[in-house]
Nanobody
Framework: VQLVESGGGLEQSGGSLRLSCLAS?????????MAWYRQAPGKERDLVAR???????DYVDSVKGRFTLSTDNAKNTIYLQMNALKPEDAAVYYC?????????????????WGPGTLVTVSS
């Protein structure tokens, strides 16, 4: 499975961006979890939003009401709609997926990351 993000760029404070994460080599509906993380310069990579296979979606408090994680199974793509952007939202955003590969011998849990897409927010 490979993930590739797109949609990052420069946006003004208060503006909107939609990030996309295209999955290949696997179906997003088979993922145990799919998530967006972000990492600002000099900081750790933090969870932004995560959806489980059952459809439950959680958001970090700082983006609740502004960001929305959605999916398009036909396009095998995960989205992050970001509205009312703030300067503190600026970071590299990463797509993440966890899934299980089942064989006759065993089940193996795997995790993959995309290379990231840069979001810059001007004040």
């Amino acid at each position: 499975v490979q993930l590739v993000e797109s949609g990052g760029g420069l946006e003004q404070s208060g503006g909107s961006l939609r990030l996309s994460c295209l999955a290949s080599g696997g179906n997003i509906w088979d993922f145990n979890t799919m998530a967006w993380y972000r990492q600002a310069p000099g900081k750790e990579r933090d969870l932004v939003a995560r959806r489980t296979k059952s459809g439950n979606t959680d958001y970090v408090d700082s983006v609740k009401g502004r960001f929305t994680l959605s999916t398009d199974n036909a396009k095998n793509t995960i989205y992050l709609q970001m509205n009312a952007l703030k300067p503190e939202d600026a970071a590299v955003y990463y797509c993440n997926a966890k899934f299980t590969v089942a064989t006759i011998e065993r089940n193996t849990d795997l995790e993959v990351w995309g290379p990231g897409t840069l979001v810059t927010v001007s004040s």
